[in-house]
């Protein structure tokens, strides 16, 4: 599962996965979430192992990990998917109401090889103070303010913001960047995430970069952003790698994965063909391991 997210994750895959290690998952309130599956992947690089996890958590919500980044996924809760594996993973319930007024739209930028420059302008229309800038060689978001209005997020959907964590500059190393600027007495919310380069095939020497944007104006830093739907699984989210005898991980996963994994997709309110070639992808690596 080879995220697109550039390569600025190259250098953090060489940091991160080193060692198995556990997590605990937990709902909105605090309370441990049985019977999740928790999908992790250490990628092979220089004096990296590869290494491909896949366990359901226990009824105390802990299941290992073998890398840092990974997948969760829970039959009564929004799936988390290709994102940073914390100590504590926080799930969110199915079933509450969509918050109005979110806008979403693809900005593509291009890469001319023959002429590339550092960084290019993100447009955006809200955050008129603000200047946001992409940098194509490593993926990074840079945010810029004239005054310190910009308060930083982990991500668009939940997370609310402090106000006493104001910044005249964020950066993002990892081709995504969530934050607030402020607009008065509101504030408007951003999202952006690349979407990988993709070739423009009448020009060999041009590259498109798609990146998405999610917005929210004149909200508050203490209102939760909830979706009816968290981002799915598509083709973009992960790389599937051909795997054989002579290619494949090392596999730690749970003895009764097939059975467990047998109608898991079916029963998922997310689960899609893209979810269940991923968990066709660990079943294959399971048997390979035998």
């Known amino acids: 599962m080879k995220t697109l997210l550039g390569l600025g994750l190259l250098s953090l895959l060489i940091f991160t996965g080193c060692s198995n290690k556990q997590v605990k998952v937990v709902d909105e309130n605090g309370k441990a979430v049985q019977g999740a599956l928790v999908i992790s992947e250490q990628q092979k690089y220089i004096m990296q192992s590869w290494k491909l996890s896949a366990h359901f958590t226990d009824k105390e919500g802990k299941a290992d990990v073998v890398s840092d980044r990974g997948y969760v996924f829970s039959k009564a809760h929004h799936i988390l998917v290709d994102n940073y594996l914390k100590e504590t993973i926080k799930l969110y319930s199915l079933g509450h109401k969509k918050t109005i007024g979110i ?3 693809t900005i593509t930028l291009i890469d001319d090889l023959d002429n ?3 960084t290019q302008r993100v447009p955006l229309s809200i955050c008129k103070d603000s200047t946001v800038s992409f940098s194509p060689s490593n993926a990074t978001f840079i945010v ?8 930083p997020s982990t991500k668009f959907y939940f997370e609310k913001g402090n106000a006493s ?3 005249s500059q964020l950066i993002s190393t990892y081709g995504r960047l969530a934050f607030y600027c402020q607009n008065k007495n509101k504030f408007n919310k951003i999202y952006l995430k690349f979407l990988g ?3 423009i095939l009448s020009e060999r020497r041009k590259l498109l970069m798609p990146i998405h944007v999610s917005s929210l104006e004149n909200t508050s830093l203490d209102t939760y952003i909830e979706p009816s739907v968290i981002e799915p699984m598509n083709k973009d989210t992960f790389y599937i790698r051909s795997l054989s005898k002579k290619n494949k991980p090392s596999i730690s996963a749970d003895k009764n994965i097939n ?5 898991f997709n079916k029963e ?6 893209h979810t269940q070639a991923l968990f066709d992808y660990v079943l294959r690596a399971v048997e390979l391991d035998k």
């Open 165 to 167: 964590d104001k910044h």
């Open 259 to 263: 059975e467990k994994l047998k109608n």
């Open 103 to 105: 806008k979403e739209k």
């Open 197 to 199: 380069i993709r070739p």
């Open 144 to 151: 810029n303010s004239k005054t310190k209005s910009l308060i």
């Open 268 to 273: 998922l309110p997310e689960g899609n063909e």
């Open 116 to 118: 590339r420059k550092k």
